[in-house]
Protein backbone atom coordinates (compact mmCIF):
# COMPACT_ATOMS: atom_id res chain seq x y z
CA UNK A 1 0.00 0.00 0.00
CA UNK A 2 1.11 3.58 -0.63
CA UNK A 3 1.92 5.76 2.01
CA UNK A 4 -0.48 8.99 2.14
CA UNK A 5 1.84 12.02 1.70
CA UNK A 6 -1.02 13.75 4.18
CA UNK A 7 -0.33 11.60 6.94
CA UNK A 8 -1.54 13.92 9.90
CA UNK A 9 -5.28 14.06 10.80
CA UNK A 10 -6.21 17.54 12.35
CA UNK A 11 -9.70 17.60 13.97
CA UNK A 12 -11.46 20.49 16.07
CA UNK A 13 -14.89 21.63 16.78
CA UNK A 14 -17.41 24.25 15.95
CA UNK A 15 -20.98 25.45 16.81
CA UNK A 16 -23.94 25.53 14.97
CA UNK A 17 -23.74 29.23 13.95
CA UNK A 18 -19.74 29.22 13.25
CA UNK A 19 -20.46 25.95 10.51
CA UNK A 20 -23.38 28.03 9.20
CA UNK A 21 -20.50 30.78 8.75
CA UNK A 22 -18.37 27.95 6.85
CA UNK A 23 -20.79 27.10 4.87
CA UNK A 24 -21.33 30.32 3.66
CA UNK A 25 -17.84 31.40 3.11
CA UNK A 26 -17.30 28.25 1.04
CA UNK A 27 -20.31 29.18 -1.28
CA UNK A 28 -19.25 32.64 -1.48
CA UNK A 29 -15.59 31.49 -2.30
CA UNK A 30 -17.30 28.92 -4.89
CA UNK A 31 -16.07 25.69 -2.98
CA UNK A 32 -17.82 22.95 -2.39
CA UNK A 33 -15.23 20.52 -0.54
CA UNK A 34 -15.00 21.45 2.83
CA UNK A 35 -11.67 20.33 3.51
CA UNK A 36 -10.30 21.99 0.39
CA UNK A 37 -11.91 25.23 1.60
CA UNK A 38 -10.26 24.45 5.46
CA UNK A 39 -6.96 23.94 4.17
CA UNK A 40 -6.87 27.01 2.09
CA UNK A 41 -7.78 28.85 4.53
CA UNK A 42 -5.27 27.33 7.27
CA UNK A 43 -2.15 27.59 4.78
CA UNK A 44 -2.94 31.11 3.15
CA UNK A 45 -5.74 32.89 5.51
CA UNK A 46 -7.91 33.99 2.53
CA UNK A 47 -10.08 32.15 -0.32
CA UNK A 48 -10.09 34.65 -3.83
CA UNK A 49 -12.84 34.01 -6.37
CA UNK A 50 -12.29 36.10 -9.32
CA UNK A 51 -15.09 36.65 -11.52
CA UNK A 52 -13.09 37.31 -15.30
CA UNK A 53 -16.22 38.35 -16.75
CA UNK A 54 -14.39 42.37 -17.16
CA UNK A 55 -11.07 39.96 -18.51
CA UNK A 56 -13.04 38.54 -21.06
CA UNK A 57 -14.74 41.40 -21.77
CA UNK A 58 -11.69 43.42 -22.46
CA UNK A 59 -9.80 40.64 -24.94
CA UNK A 60 -12.95 40.52 -27.12
CA UNK A 61 -12.82 44.48 -27.28
CA UNK A 62 -9.39 44.18 -27.93
CA UNK A 63 -9.64 41.21 -30.64
CA UNK A 64 -12.28 43.77 -32.53
CA UNK A 65 -10.32 46.68 -32.59
CA UNK A 66 -7.55 44.77 -33.73
CA UNK A 67 -9.61 43.33 -36.44
CA UNK A 68 -10.65 46.58 -37.66
CA UNK A 69 -7.77 47.87 -37.60
CA UNK A 70 -6.46 45.20 -39.80
CA UNK A 71 -9.31 46.11 -42.08
CA UNK A 72 -8.45 49.64 -42.32
CA UNK A 73 -4.77 49.65 -42.99
CA UNK A 74 -5.56 47.04 -45.84
CA UNK A 75 -8.38 49.55 -46.81
CA UNK A 76 -5.35 52.07 -46.60
CA UNK A 77 -2.76 49.72 -48.60
CA UNK A 78 -5.18 48.87 -51.30
CA UNK A 79 -6.50 52.69 -52.08
CA UNK A 80 -3.98 54.60 -50.70
CA UNK A 81 -6.96 56.55 -48.26
CA UNK A 82 -8.54 56.28 -44.78
CA UNK A 83 -11.60 56.65 -44.21
CA UNK A 84 -12.72 58.95 -41.16
CA UNK A 85 -15.58 57.21 -40.26
CA UNK A 86 -13.43 54.22 -39.83
CA UNK A 87 -10.88 56.08 -37.92
CA UNK A 88 -13.87 57.35 -35.55
CA UNK A 89 -14.97 54.01 -35.46
CA UNK A 90 -11.38 52.45 -33.81
CA UNK A 91 -11.45 55.55 -31.61
CA UNK A 92 -15.01 54.66 -30.23
CA UNK A 93 -14.14 50.87 -29.95
CA UNK A 94 -10.54 52.09 -27.30
CA UNK A 95 -13.05 54.15 -25.33
CA UNK A 96 -15.13 51.24 -24.57
CA UNK A 97 -11.92 49.42 -23.53
CA UNK A 98 -10.55 51.48 -21.90
CA UNK A 99 -13.52 51.68 -19.86
CA UNK A 100 -13.79 48.36 -19.48
CA UNK A 101 -9.93 48.36 -18.47
CA UNK A 102 -10.88 51.07 -15.53
CA UNK A 103 -13.51 48.88 -13.94
CA UNK A 104 -11.49 45.75 -14.31
CA UNK A 105 -8.40 47.16 -12.61
CA UNK A 106 -11.10 48.67 -10.06
CA UNK A 107 -12.02 45.33 -9.25
CA UNK A 108 -8.62 44.29 -8.96
CA UNK A 109 -7.60 47.24 -6.84
CA UNK A 110 -10.48 45.97 -4.63
CA UNK A 111 -9.79 42.39 -3.97
CA UNK A 112 -6.15 43.32 -2.87
CA UNK A 113 -6.87 45.69 -0.28
CA UNK A 114 -8.79 43.22 1.59
Request: charged share 20%; net charge positive; with cysteine.
Amino acid sequence: MQKLKRNIALTFRVSADEQEQIKQKMELAGIHNLRAFLLKMALTGRVIQLDLTNVRECSCLLGNIAGNVNQIAKCANETGSIYADDIAGIQAQMAEFRAQQNKTIKILSNILEI
